[in-house]
């Protein structure tokens, strides 16, 4: 579980808020339970290093407030439209025997010893994310799929993923899909041999040296009767071209 320090705070106008922000501190709100609102702030470098972090929407955090912690968990987070940093955050308290629902990230597994996957199969991911409801004790922080030994036209579940105890996803009635090993488009040809292809490979050279040899090779008879035809066709510019002059009187 992560901790960071949070302070608590009495500034609660625009231009106070806006004084924190400049000072590197980002204000924070805890709600939740039968306890009142609590305003915070907390250090803007330790809030963009947790954010940095994967599933941290999804993730219990310890909050340190005057000594005691606090678990909650982030539910909002607000970023400045210009340089995008945090400005804002929203976090959600944690009471004892209470159910939250949650979107869980989905993480994939042993894609290497996928038979459909090195046949060129393509995983074609449904739900990248899944809601559940969970107890706050319980709270999963990503759901693992092993795709080992999965097959072209397999599909995975919500049921073949095992959840914990008293972790359910909030869609009741149906076993939906999370994801499929679908085919590839174009199926991979089998390599063939070494032999195989450096014998293709010399007889596609010697295709081509003979076909060189013959587009070099002219006869005599080829360019005497070509020399002949340019010789005629020259007699006969000139006699269109006597004809075509005026006669003089």
């Not at 407030?65 to 982030?74: A, E, R, S």
Request: with cysteine; net charge neutral; hydrophobic share 30%.
């Amino acid at each position: 579980m992560n901790s960071i320090e949070a302070t608590i705070r009495k500034a609660d106008t625009k231009g106070q808020l806006n004084s924190l922000r400049k000072k590197g501190e980002v204000p924070a709100v805890i709600y939740g339970g039968k306890e009142k609102n609590q305003n915070i702030y907390l250090s803007k470098k330790e809030v963009k290093t947790l954010i940095e972090k994967e599933n941290f929407l999804s993730n219990v955090i310890s909050l340190k407030i005057d000594g005691k912690d606090h678990n909650v968990l982030p539910r909002e987070i607000s970023f400045d439209v210009v340089n995008d940093d945090p400005i804002h955050l929203d976090f959600l308290r944690i009471v004892q025997g209470s159910k939250i629902i949650l979107d869980i990230p989905v993480r994939f597994i042993n894609n290497d010893k996928s038979p459909g996957l090195k046949r060129g199969g393509v995983l074609n991911i449904v739900r990248r994310k899944v809601e559940l409801r969970c107890p706050s004790e319980k709270i999963p922080n990503e759901l693992i799929v092993d795709l080992d030994n999965l097959d072209i036209g397999s599909s995975i579940k919500i049921s073949s993923i095992k959840l914990p105890e008293n972790v359910i996803p909030t869609i009741q009635g149906r076993d939906f899909v999370i994801a499929t090993v679908a085919a590839p488009t174009i199926i991979k040809e089998p390599e063939k041999p070494a032999e195989e292809t450096a014998e293709a490979g010399a007889e596609g050279a010697e295709g081509a040296e003979a076909g060189a040899e013959g587009a070099t090779e002219k006869s005599p008879e080829e360019g005497k009767t070509k020399d002949g035809d340019k010789k005629e066709g020259d007699k006969g510019d000139k006699k269109e071209g006597d004809k075509s002059q005026p006669q003089k009187k």
